[in-house]
């Protein structure tokens, strides 16, 4: 069972575009932090940022390969598993996320 502090920063995570980003893009892989800031466009402390933020949240774990650190989803038990996949689900139709995942599969190091 989750506290309350573990709720609100659950909460918090899927609150944010950027984190919603991220969090699709790892659905079902391991991505390297240089490919998210590709994908993103953005620098790499806004998206260390967001991702410390996700870990501290309990949703994402890392790897590290050499100098790259690569983000997966981590797995969560019960209710807050199934508000993460049907989360997850809903934000395939975006066509931003679509993009993204797109982008992706181009991405380099």
């Given amino acids: 069972m989750y506290g309350m502090r573990e709720l609100v920063l ?3 995570a899927l609150s ?3 984190r919603l980003r991220l969090l699709s893009l790892m ?3 391991e991505v390297c932090v240089c490919h ?3 994908v993103l466009g953005t620098n790499q ?3 260390s940022r967001h991702l410390a ?3 501290k949240a309990g949703l994402v774990e890392t790897r590290r390969e050499g100098k790259w650190i690569h983000y997966r989803l981590k797995e969560i038990d ?3 598993e199934s508000i993460l996949s049907r989360t997850l689900a809903h934000l395939e139709q975006q066509p931003r996320i679509r993009k993204d995942r797109d982008r992706l599969g181009r991405a380099t190091c």
Avoid: M, N
Wanted: hydrophobic share 30%; aromatic share 14%.
């Fill in 10 to 12: 659950f909460y918090a």
């Fill in 16 to 18: 944010d575009e950027t």
């Fill in 27 to 29: 659905k079902g892989r």
């Fill in 36 to 38: 998210l800031q590709s």
């Fill in 45 to 47: 402390p806004k998206i």
């Fill in 53 to 55: 933020y996700l870990r």
């Fill in 78 to 80: 019960g209710d807050l």
